[in-house]
T-cell receptor, first 114, second 116 residues
């Protein structure tokens, strides 16, 4: 069964600190993996998209890594800011199929405190 | 670029009424639009996929007669919740894409529906 699991479910860090969010998936065959940031009451915003051949991709203070062999990904946030408080969702896109539905993780809720 | 808007951003209605939610791609032509529903503290759940000019494909368990989807143009899709009931209260999010496959999906800001 195609699944995406994220850990931790929630995380509290102090402003300026770094943190790493984890994502494990069982989706196969695999096309690409995406990280989204979703502010409360808003739609998700794309942070990174990686295909199976990419190991790392950065977007400002966000750096995503991918290990397609172990089916694991991480999202590292550097020098956190209060505005980073949000839910971070790992999404995997299966390969092939007519609709290519996205498989969503349940998200990690990050709270950055001053 | 790649902006998707939704209207309204929130709506409150009485049980039994119908509500229409619009999803627009503002600066690109979206051949495919997706409708999701999200309950509190849960992830997005795909309701249906619609391609411009054709009937929507609904996910298993989603009543197509209750959730009417119209993708009449390359920039507009609508979701109508017919005879809404309190259990339909949720956060509805659309996304738009240039196509299927691994194309990026751009999400709208969501619509909060509360049925009294």
């Amino acid at each position: 069964k195609n699944q995406v699991e994220q850990s931790p479910q929630s995380l509290i860090i102090l402003e300026g600190k770094n943190c790493t969010l984890q994502c494990n998936y069982t989706v196969s065959p695999f096309s690409n993996l995406r990280w989204y940031k979703q502010d409360t009451g808003r739609g998700p915003v794309s942070l990174t998209i990686m295909t199976f051949s990419e190991n790392t991709k950065s977007n400002g203070r966000y750096t995503a890594t991918l290990d397609a062999d172990t089916k694991q990904s991480s999202l590292h946030i550097t020098a956190s800011q209060l505005s980073d408080s949000a839910s971070y969702i790992c999404v995997v896109s299966p390969y092939g199929g007519a609709t290519n539905k996205l498989i969503f993780g349940t998200g990690t809720l990050l709270a950055v405190q001053p | 670029g790649a902006v998707v808007s939704q209207h309204p951003s929130w709506v409150i209605c009485k049980s039994g009424t119908s509500v229409k939610i619009e999803c627009r791609s503002l600066d690109f032509q979206a051949t495919t639009m997706f409708w999701y529903r999200q309950f509190p503290k849960q992830s997005l759940m795909l309701m249906a996929t619609s391609n411009e000019g054709s009937k929507a494909t609904y996910e298993q368990g989603v009543e197509k007669d209750k959730f009417l989807i119209n993708h009449a143009s390359l920039t507009l899709s609508t979701l109508t919740v017919t005879s809404a009931h309190p259990e339909d209260s949720s956060f509805y999010i659309c996304s738009a894409s240039w196509g299927q496959g691994w194309y990026e999906q751009f999400f709208g800001p969501g619509t909060r529906l509360t049925v009294l």
